[in-house]
């Protein structure tokens, strides 16, 4: 596939807009991009490697909504678009004080894997839906801030679940 890409794209990884016209040209385009998506999300050699990275964004830019409708998505969060968290505890924490106290109507599970797909963390999945339902004592304290701060704007939302 490294090589069908390359040929495309005029050398390596070198022109993307030449890449889509090419594949335009293609009597089975819509198979081939579906096999260029399996190729550069399932390919390690792409990290670290600027041009393969361009690609890649421009690729998933051009072709991810087409991709991602046969799915029933209207759009996807590709591992190279996750964004990346710097502290992670206290984003978390202040996730979980913002559902505790109605800023998001959702529960602890939707919002875990929301965070998952959006953004990067050290934390699997289901550690995410833990540390959303375990109070911590800076989430504590970071709760009690935020209902201090808005909760007059959100008491009355949460009554109503």
Known sequence: MEEQITHLCGGYYRSFA??????EKMEDSRRFIEECAHFLTNNPDTVGDELKERFTRLFFKAYGKMLAGDCGCSNLVYDFQRIRV??????????????????????????AAVLYAGYRTRFALKTIKNRLITETSGGKILQEAL??????????????K
Do not use: N
């Open 18 to 23: 030449r890449f889509k016209r090419q594949v």
């Open 86 to 111: 710097v502290e992670q505890d206290f984003f978390l924490d202040m996730m979980r004080a913002a559902v505790e106290i109605g800023m998001l109507d959702c529960s602890h599970d939707e919002l």
């Open 147 to 160: 209902e201090r701060t808005f909760g007059r704007y959100y008491s009355a939302s949460k009554s109503h």
